[in-house]
């Protein structure tokens, strides 16, 4: 790679391979195979509010996300659906729950699909084949959503309680009603709120067969602990090459949800990096407030959309070596800041001008390489 170059090296580690299931269609969005992971998250607002919904889902958007779910639990909400199927740039997943029908409202509205609970929805299994014809004759994929709180009470007493194995069972025993009828798109999940549970059930379901997997760790909770939560399993899952599409279920706004979902995918070079702050966690031997330092240059950068890699370190201790795996980095002490550009010191600035002089030089870097910026402030 050149010095000029900016971003992450091409040649770089990779994970395990992707294990190989086959490819449905969510609307416009390829799920499965070899197609790109795709983010997912759900709305919160009332679905028979199209105009509050549409606004959400706009936002959503705007943060990454690339397929959309919205609930679906009453007859005002499925009349709502081809409006917001509509309207909507990305593809919507009807929820649904309890009643049968709605299913078919969703289909026949435009979903790009539909995520069903066998569990919760009454007499499920003796229209399977209806549901399939339908979904067939629309274009319409489906997704097996199988949750530990919604768990087929034969299979919850068979096993003793939600454990991997009566998750899976109910899976398999759901896709098998959908395969006998030669119906095949369609994605499953085995959502548990134990990432530990989670893993080993979709470890057992990949091996089972090739169905494309959307990965969730259910009710994970409130910010923090669901980030938590969510990375672990997820990363111990997409790792293994385990994994199509991904929903972050947090306590928290949905725009949340999909910066960590997107967070997790470029940690682990599933998606391509943007924008990403090397920081130090500080210790003595700082003698600049890396915490503040840090934060105001992330908020002076968050414009920028190309894979520029910013290190902001706390002394010369680190500094210099994580600069030269940076594109652009500082190394602050005795009340300044030797800037670096790919490992070489091009300048030495006060304190007070550290934030401004990276800001200008992320600028003059983008500019230089022909990309996008977003133009990057002081705030």
Known sequence: ?????????????????????????????????????????????????????????????????????????????????PEICKRSTIPVVADIHFQPRYVFAAIEAGCGAVRVNPGNIRAFDDQVKEIAKAATDHGTALRIGVNAGSLDKRLYEKFGGATPEALVESAVWEASLFEDVGFHDFAISVKHHDPVTMILAYRMLAER?????????????????????????????????????????????????IKVGLEILRSLGLRKRNFEIVSC???????????????????????????????????????????????LGVASGNGKGQIFIKGKVIKTVPEDEIVETLIAEANRLGTEMGLESGQANLV
């Not at 994970?220 to 972050?248: C, M, N, W």
């Not at 840090?294 to 290190?311: C, M, N, S």
């Open 1 to 81: 790679m050149s010095e000029t170059a900016i971003g992450t090296p091409t040649l770089k580690p990779t994970l395990a391979t992707r294990h190989r299931t086959r490819k449905i269609q969510v609307g416009k969005v390829t799920v499965g195979g070899d197609a790109p992971i795709t983010v997912q998250s759900m709305t919160t607002t009332l679905t028979s509010d199209v105009e509050a919904t549409l606004q959400q889902i706009a936002e959503l958007t705007a943060a990454g996300c690339d397929i959309i779910r919205v609930a679906c639990p009453s007859e005002d909400d499925a009349a709502a659906l």
């Open 209 to 257: 067969g090739d169905w494309p997997l959307h990965l969730g760790v259910t009710e994970a909770g409130p910010e923090f602990q669901g980030t938590i939560k969510s990375a672990t399993a997820f990363g111990a899952l997409l790792a293994e090459g385990i994994g199509d599409t991904i929903r972050v279920s947090l306590s928290a706004p949905p725009v949340e949800e």
């Open 281 to 327: 966690p500080s210790c003595g031997r700082s003698q600049v407030d890396v915490y503040k330092l840090a934060g105001e240059v992330t908020a002076g950068l968050k414009d920028i959309k190309y894979p520029l890699r910013v290190a902001v370190m706390g002394c010369i201790v680190n500094g210099p070596g994580e600069a030269r795996e940076a594109d």
